[in-house]
């Protein structure tokens, strides 16, 4: 997201949609109609054939035609594995993953274009304590559907002094649980309604009078797109749910959660969103292609690679700002580890307290995990703050910066003063 700010927006906008009309006209998501795009059934049906064809077929004539002796099953893999259309299905996959990292973009963009200045009011108003700071993080999260777009916000206010270290702690821990809350949407399967998601949101952009409504059809429209490329890249992995050594490496992620998080941080670091990453996991496991314990190690290391654009955000901006990023990575990374080591009894409780959904089992683990790290570390925010206060201590150039900070508030307070005077 931070390298996407930094573009030129109108540039980016104009390509961006260029793509999206482009791949939407190439690759139709499965969702709208009977048949799979990809032609999944075929598939399925040749290798069927492949692997039946030596038992069902009889030779014709003794004389003319030895009998067929039955594939091994060496050979059996490697019928099946040609039937499959590794390059088709990887260009349906990187079809919705384009189209569901646009609709995610385009989402935040709207989102921040309603509401950014309201959840800058929200942060500097609402963060007196600690719990009122989690609170605060949660609701903000929520409605931005970012974590790392509430933290940036939340160091920027830092480094200007619009907020405390000490205050933005608790909103670091309220938007882990705010980015839970859009796994939790996406594992609801309301793929049904999201044609007329994005159809009510060009309408409401194209003949929307003012910059906010056009604002609200770009949110509309992202969030029906985010579900549209999730069931794209859903249908082009549909080959892979009989597909072996595919099934053999996500039982291995399970088996060995260490590297599950390592593919989920890498992946996470790549797209810039944990929510992306989650979401895909949510969507994969509800069709049965990801089970709970290699869900939940993806979506630990998840947790661990979304600290990469807070930390890059922290790069000039103070040693409080730094603080800030370094708590943030401090305790997603412990809570991470913890999680590894308790992975099988936090999927044992998720499904004793979930349905047969394994898409929703994942949400839920997400939820309980980040639910759990919070009430276990907000009790020791004082003393992590001390301790982070002698790590990172404040400089001469922190001095600096708050003194022109202070500065330039009271210059803006003499203006607001002096205003009714020049009337």
Same mark, same amino acid.
């Given at each position: ?70 594939l091994s099953p060496e050979e059996q893999g490697e019928g099946e594995e040609e039937a499959i259309d590794f390059f088709k299905m990887a260009m349906g996959a990187i079809a919705g993953l ?84 859009g796994a939790q949407i996406i594992s609801l399967n309301i793929e049904l309604y999201v044609p007329i998601l994005m159809f009510s949101g060009l309408l409401v952009f194209f003949l929307g ?48 959660? /260490? *590297? !599950?998080?390592? %593919? ?7 797209? +810039? &969103?944990? $929510? ?60 991470? /580890? *913890? !999680?590894?080591? %308790? ?7 998720? +499904? &004793?307290? $979930? ?65 009714? %005077?020049?009337?």
């Open positions: 997201m931070l390298i996407l700010k930094k573009l030129n927006r109108k540039l980016f906008s104009y390509l961006s949609l260029v793509l999206l009309v482009t791949t939407l006209f190439i690759f139709p998501p499965a969702f709208l109609t009977q048949v799979s795009f990809l032609g999944s059934p075929t598939i399925t049906s040749s290798v069927n054939a492949q692997t039946n064809q030596p038992e069902s077929k009889e030779p014709e004539s003794s004389d003319s035609q030895q009998p067929k002796l039955p384009v189209l569901f990292i646009y609709g995610v973009t385009r989402l935040a963009e709207g989102l921040e274009d309603v509401g950014e200045e309201r959840m800058k009011r929200l942060l500097s108003k609402f963060t007196t304590n600690r719990f009122a700071g989690v609170a605060t993080g949660i609701v903000a999260t929520t409605f931005l559907e970012s974590s790392s777009v509430t933290i940036i916000l939340v160091i920027a206010m830092v480094s200007a002094s619009i907020l405390t270290f000490v205050q933005s702690l608790g909103v670091v821990l309220g938007s882990n649980i705010g980015t839970a809350v009078k003012t910059a906010r409504i056009k604002s609200l059809g770009i949110v509309l429209l992202g969030f029906g797109l985010m579900f549209y490329g999730l069931e794209a890249i859903d249908s082009a992995m549909e080959p892979f749910r009989d597909y072996e050594p595919f099934l053999n490496l996500m039982e291995s992620l399970g088996r060995n959660p /260490v *590297l !599950g998080a390592l %593919l989920g941080a890498i992946f996470t670091v790549i797209i +810039q &969103s944990s $929510s992306a990453t989650v979401a895909i996991v949510v969507t994969l496991a509800g069709s049965g292609l990801i089970a709970l314990p290699a869900g939940i190690a993806i979506m630990l290391g998840a947790e661990v690679g979304t600290c990469a654009d807070t930390l890059v955000a922290t790069i000039g901006r103070g040693s409080a700002a730094l603080r800030t990023g370094l708590f943030h990575l401090f305790f997603n990374l412990s809570s991470a /580890v *913890l !999680g590894i080591f %308790l992975a099988p009894q936090l999927a044992q409780l998720t +499904q &004793s307290i $979930s349905g047969d959904d394994v898409g929703r089992q994942v949400a839920n683990a997400q939820m309980l995990f980040n639910g759990i790290g919070v009430v276990a570390i907000i009790g020791f925010l004082p003393i992590i703050a001390r301790a982070l206060e002698k790590l990172v201590p404040e400089t001469t150039a922190d001095r600096e910066r708050q003194q022109r900070q202070l500065e330039k508030q009271q210059a803006k307070a003499k203006d607001l003063q002096a205003e009714p %005077l020049t009337r």
